[in-house]
T-cell receptor, first 112, second 115 residues
Framework: QKEVEQNSGPLSVPEGAIASLNCTYS??????FFWYRQYSGKSPELIMF????GDKEDGRFTAQLNKASQYVSLLIRDSQPSDSATYLC????????????FGRGTQLTVWP | DAMVIQNPRYQVTQFGKPVTLSCSQT?????MYWYQQKSSQAPKLLFH???????NEADTPDNFQSRRPNTSFCFLDIRSPGLGDAAMYLC??????????????FGPGTRLLVL
């Protein structure tokens, strides 16, 4: 079982729609959860992080965490073509110090 | 602006010819990481330095070495690059303690091409 799993997609949504990206993780002791956006040929950039169960909103982005289900998601409201990228989920396991585990990423395409 | 800088941005080398990639940071973070990322794959951690302590991933090939001469700089040495080592190499930094794990910030990456 992989540490962090994401649906690789591609996920395609029309402009203005809500894009929903999902991530599951295997270590129940995981503490911190991160979403990165990566444009083709570029390095990952942080979108959001979440530590506690529930929702965390930042502009058009909402991260949702459910530790009981070992599930974290990212919602993008009012999707724009500029949101088209690969979204990487990363998790800090409870037993590790300084190390993140990355999923393979979900490729999102927002079409006009 | 505080940031993570990688040089060069593009590196072309010949099969078997040693190459060194560099990373510097002005964030004063105590942890520095080197990742390898191939197309459509997750970043693969090669090693990281927690302060001066070197942590090697079990599956990192011996062909890859790293140096961290001071807090700000970290180098990735590929002793004998093979065609399979062509990838994007990402440096990241983070501030970490036993109490918290802060976000990792990535540099722009170095794309390595092996001929």
């Amino acid at each position: 079982q992989k540490e962090v799993e994401q649906n690789s997609g591609p996920l395609s949504v029309p402009e203005g729609a809500i894009a929903s990206l999902n991530c599951t993780y295997s270590d129940r002791g995981s503490q911190s959860f991160f979403w990165y956006r990566q444009y083709s040929g570029k390095s990952p950039e942080l979108i959001m992080f979440i530590y506690s169960n529930g929702d965390k909103e930042d502009g058009r982005f909402t991260a949702q965490l459910n530790k009981a289900s070992q599930y974290v998601s990212l919602l993008i409201r009012d999707s724009q073509p500029s949101d088209s990228a690969t979204y990487l989920c990363a998790v800090k396991k409870g037993s590790t110090l300084g190390r993140l585990y990355f999923g393979r990423g979900t490729q999102l395409t927002v079409w006009p | 602006d505080a940031m993570v800088i990688q040089n060069p941005r593009y590196q072309v080398t010949q099969f078997g010819k040693p190459v060194t990639l560099s990373c510097s940071q002005t964030l004063n973070h105590n942890v520095m990481y080197w990742y390898q990322q191939k197309s459509s794959q997750a970043p693969k951690l090669l090693f990281h330095y927690y302060d001066k302590d070197f942590n090697n991933e079990a599956d990192t090939p011996d062909n890859f070495q790293s140096r961290r001469p001071n807090t700000s700089f970290c180098f990735l040495d590929i002793r004998s690059p093979g065609l399979g080592d062509a990838a994007m190499y990402l440096c990241a930094t983070s501030r970490v303690s036993f109490e918290y794990q802060e976000t990792q910030y990535f540099g722009p990456g170095t794309r390595l091409l092996v001929l």
